[in-house]
């Protein structure tokens, strides 16, 4: 039996694995290990591969191993286990393309983005690097000639921690998601509850026109119902505006009867352009025998502006302003809650692209900063090459800190840049940057 402290035997497994230096996690939290596949048609690859990571922890999680020796003996553990973070995947099995066929599998038709696929074939001539990279979603393409025991832990290393992160990134969207749809919820909902108001207040109005003399005689009767309505309602007669209720003298917040009495309606919009356009809308709906429906920029006698949603009811629709009554609703909450939903879409864009971003960049960054860190073990300082080195080694930790700020990004945030456009700005988006 071999001790898994001890380096294996030499022969054909030192091809594969270098001696690596395994540190005892005995103790630490075994729940909810990491799910690795070993996918290879040679025993060896798979004892060796578990023997090197036997004692292998990331984020206090050891691994789980799940062995396959055929291409369709992976995809049967992949569906069995949607969350496998990690495969280790031979190329030439039961067929010189099982491998790739694997992978187009999990991809295409399983849709699992986010499951880290190394390639580890013995034969690179069946299946070029360049080919694989560029036509396959696969994290890494390793030569089992050239697989360590270092580089398979700098790999799975990696490759766990791009799982986690876009694991949590997915989660998140679902979570940002799952907010969105309850806000359209809401909005649509206290719309239709609105819209219900609307139409029942204008069956009312259009009841009490038909009946004007009765209503005339029951005036104060109908005062008290419109001066208790939850919208603005004013009465147009002869172009003027004839009387408005509670709800409209608090949302425009007029002091007395003379700064709406007997004034055109024009004193409710802040400009002519605003005006001449409500009026070209309410008289073409009018004409085609549509609802008035429209929303407008109202001024409130203060010179602030608010959102309304503003429907007209008329007896002449050749000439509303004869006689109509007009409801005016606040709808500046609706409008607030659409470029919040913006915002959140623009939010979202963001995190979707700085994911990608750091997604592509991460493990390039890792496998330039490991080799350097390793040419660095075996230099010394008087080395020439040394200090071109340590520059490369820094400029490479300071494109990890921009991708730790693109990760970290929780607003929208943009700064100007060269011919006027704007951009993220990553600093003040981020909740990594450094105050």
Not at 417 to 433: E, L, Q, T
Request: glycine fraction near 4%.
């Amino acid at each position: 039996m071999i001790d898994k402290y001890e380096k294996p035997a030499a022969g054909n497994d030192e091809l594969l694995f270098s001696e690596e230096t395994v540190h005892d996690y005995r103790n630490t939290e075994k729940e909810n290990p990491w799910k690795v596949i070993i996918a290879d048609d040679q025993e060896e690859i798979h004892s060796v591969t578990k023997l090197v990571l036997d004692d292998f922890f990331f984020e206090n999680k050891r691994l789980k191993f799940f062995s396959a020796y055929s291409g369709e003996e992976t995809k049967k553990l992949v569906r069995e286990n949607p969350d496998v973070a990690f495969i280790l995947l031979d190329v030439v099995m039961e067929t010189d393309d099982a491998g790739l066929e694997v992978v187009r599998y999990i991809r295409e038709e399983l849709k699992n983005n986010i499951v880290q696929i190394v390639l580890n074939t013995g034969q690179p001539g069946q299946a070029p690097e360049q080919e694989v990279i560029t036509k396959y979603e696969i994290n890494d393409y390793k030569s089992k000639t050239e697989f360590n025991a270092r580089k398979l832990i700098t790999s799975i290393t990696a490759s766990l921690r791009a799982y986690s992160l876009s694991h949590s990134l997915s989660q998140a969207n679902i979570k940002l998601n799952s907010y969105r749809d309850h806000l359209e919820e809401l909005v649509q909902a206290r719309t239709a509850e609105l819209e219900d108001t609307n139409r029942k207040l204008t069956l009312e109005i259009n009841e009490r026109i038909r009946a004007e003399k009765a209503l005339k005689q029951s005036n104060e009767i109908q005062s008290n119902i419109l001066a208790a309505s939850p919208v603005g309602i004013c009465l147009i007669i002869n172009n003027s505006i004839e009387w408005v209720n509670d709800e409209m003298i608090e949302m425009f917040g007029f002091n007395s009867d003379s700064e709406y009495k007997n004034k055109d309606s024009r004193v409710f919009y802040p400009s002519d352009n605003e005006y001449q356009r409500i009026i070209s809308v309410i008289s073409d709906n009018l004409k085609a025998g549509k609802p008035v429906k429209v929303d407008a920029v109202f001024q409130r006698a203060d010179g602030t502006t608010f959102f309304g949603n503003l429907n007209i009811s008329s007896r002449n629709r050749n000439n509303y302003m004869d006689h109509s009554v007009m409801t005016i609703s606040d709808i500046t909450w609706r409008i607030q809650a659409e470029q919040d939903r913006i915002q959140k879409e623009r939010l979202q864009g963001a995190l979707e692209m700085s994911g990608s971003v750091c997604h592509e960049l991460n493990q390039p960054l890792q496998y330039v900063s490991g080799s350097v860190e390793i040419l660095l073990m075996d230099m010394t300082e008087s080395d020439p090459l040394c200090a071109s080195l340590r520059k490369i080694k820094s400029q490479v930790d300071r494109m990890g800190s921009i991708t730790k700020k693109l990760m970290g990004i929780t607003s929208y945030k943009t700064r100007e840049y060269v011919g006027g456009r704007k951009i993220i700005d990553i600093d003040n988006a981020s909740k990594d940057n450094p105050k």
